[in-house]
């Protein structure tokens, strides 16, 4: 492949990686305010028209799991071309679809960008010790904080101007734009693929037998839950509790993304000085002490913005500052297995999310109750904390993982 014209044979510029994995984050939300006008152009319930959402994420959880290992196997390069082309014919399909299931047959194709966001952890990791990766990962977060703040916004002005299609549109000479910029500048990365399926998954138990590792992923899947708890019971406690409206709710909603996006940043500029579990622990207890102070204060009675969506720009910002060191030290376990750590432990975030989500839904109830939605969001806090002290036992009887 690397023989072919302006092929790359050497490691991407970071911004190479930056857009990737804002593409990937972008397709998940951006067309989300079209919603009603698929559903009404193709014939379709609302309901059915929401499975875009579902399966997307589904598929998603599904595919790191399956691109993981066979970026493994034959190197990150070719992965990330495929997924893009399937993104990019996928989404042309998503805009001239006629009837809903087609619709959502390639909408359910469109997961496959998801290795941009999965693959990009891994080739940072390829090139970099782990320190100097984290800190590049805290940069490369902010893009996925970036983008579920704007996708939407111009996902509706796209909407408004020229119809739903145009999102799809759009998407498709993305996805083009990304796989010329992918043959152009990502060479491969993976300097120790496996030389056969049959030698790698030999290698596999050594990774899932790793206790570092899973500690690692449980850290990243609850550190993330008490994300998706905030998305899964704001909407109705901003409703029915403090009487916002819908674009108020919106600007709350951000709230938690601009956490994040600070907490990244200070990854990207603090993470090569510390080690991976000092990062991790110190993001675990600045949402855990925001997310206290703003519980305290809603059982004492003082409900408002500031007590519900304060405790969320915490849980944001520990979440910039735990993500990006806790990723480095699950693919570091095992080198020579980084995406398939990578995969393996992002299919349990976003497992582990649907079930928080749908958990704090349930818990929360129509009434909308803050304490509770905070409660949520603390109790996922505290088990991330458990699985990232777990983690610091274990490097104080083993050793912590090579920083080369």
Known sequence: MNRLPFAATTPPHFATLVLLTALSVLSLNMYLPSLSHIAADLQADYAVVTLSIAGYLAITAI??????????RYGRRPVLLWSAAIFTLASLGCAMAGDIVTFLAFRTLQGAIIAGSALSRAVVRDIAPPRRAASLMGYMAMAMAIAPMLGPILGGMLDEMFGWRANFHLFWIMGLAVFALCWADLGETNAAASATFRQQFRAYPELLRSRRFWGYAVTIACSVGGFYAFLGGAPIVAQTTLGMTPSGIGLGLGSISLGFFVGSFLSGRFA????????????????????????ISLVAGHVGFPTVFGGAIFVGLGNGLTLPSANVGAMSVRANLAGSASGLSGAL??????????????????????????????GATLLSLLATLYVMWIDHREGPISMT
């Open 63 to 72: 595919l790191q799991v399956v691109l993981g290992p066979l970026s493994d």
């Open 272 to 295: 090569a000085r510390f080690t991976l579990t000092g990062m991790t622990l110190f993001g675990r207890l600045v949402a855990i002490v925001g997310l206290g102070v703003a519980l």
């Open 349 to 378: 975030m976003v497992g582990a999310g649907a079930a928080i989500t749908m958990l704090t839904g349930w818990a929360v109830g129509d009434g909308g109750q803050p304490a509770v939605l905070i409660a949520m969001m603390l």
